[in-house]
T-cell receptor, first 115, second 114 residues
Framework: ETGVTQTPRHLVMGMTNKKSLKCEQHLGHNAMYWYKQSAKKPLELMFVYNFKEQTENNSVPSRFSPECPNSSHLFLHLHTLQPEDSALYLC??????????????FGEGSWLTVV | AQSVSQHNHHVILSEAASLELGCNYSYGGTVNLFWYVQYPGQHLQLLLKYFSGDPLVKGIKGFEAEFIKSKFSFNLRKPSVQWSDTAEYFCAVNAGTGGFKTIFGAGTRLFVKA
């Protein structure tokens, strides 16, 4: 049990589909993140939210649309994806953003395959 | 741009062998350093972290890492690995110059032969 729960764990979608990834954290944290994990590449930071406000969009294509309705929930809406978007998408949280020494806690990830 | 380099992408060791995984980063100034581990089928979890003080940091499961500021390095070590250490290991850096974003390396896959 990580304190950060992601659903679904596996998702297969066509390039014309619209789907969403969901993340919920039970740690009372104020910052939430989406990372993309692809084989043989560093973890890529996609989006950062702090107290529900987006503070970072790391040049992510608009076919990925995040939503953070409150500090405990984070969504990643997906539409018209490409096969190269297939990857493990990791949600994470931390108590604060921008505080020295912050430790990030990860969910188990959502495996996305775009066909 | 900020970056974290892990020099070994794949490492294969026999049980009881010693382990050292390299990590270098490209920032100056104050940094906070982390090693995360991802066991097969499990989530990324914190192995150890350095914020300040003693540059030799002890973590869980017998791991340790040494921060060498002059070399911009934070290498992970374990004197004697076990089969259960088979996992992927990620070095990460959180720096004031980067707005305290945590940036990860590409990871090192360790396979320990029983």
């Amino acid at each position: 049990e990580t304190g950060v729960t992601q659903t679904p764990r596996h998702l297969v979608m066509g390039m014309t589909n619209k789907k969403s990834l969901k993340c919920e954290q039970h740690l009372g944290h104020n910052a939430m993140y989406w990372y993309k994990q692809s084989a043989k590449k560093p973890l890529e930071l996609m989006f950062v939210y702090n107290f529900k406000e987006q503070t970072e969009n790391n040049s992510v294509p608009s076919r990925f649309s995040p939503e953070c309705p409150n500090s405990s929930h984070l969504f990643l809406h997906l539409h018209t994806l490409q096969p190269e978007d297939s990857a493990l998408y990791l949600c994470a949280s931390s108590q604060y953003l921008g505080t020295s020494g912050n430790t990030i806690y990860f969910g188990e990830g959502s495996w996305l395959t775009v066909v | 741009a900020q970056s974290v380099s892990q020099h070994n992408h794949h490492v294969i060791l026999s049980e009881a062998a010693s382990l050292e995984l390299g990590c270098n980063y490209s920032y100056g100034g104050t940094v906070n350093l982390f090693w995360y581990v991802q066991y097969p089928g499990q989530h990324l979890q914190l192995l150890l972290k350095y914020f300040s003080g003693d540059p030799l940091v002890k973590g869980i499961k017998g791991f340790e890492a040494e921060f060498i500021k002059s070399k911009f390095s934070f290498n992970l070590r374990k004197p004697s690995v076990q089969w259960s250490d088979t996992a992927e290991y990620f070095c990460a850096v959180n720096a004031g110059t980067g707005g305290f974003k945590t940036i990860f390396g590409a990871g090192t896959r360790l396979f320990v032969k029983a």
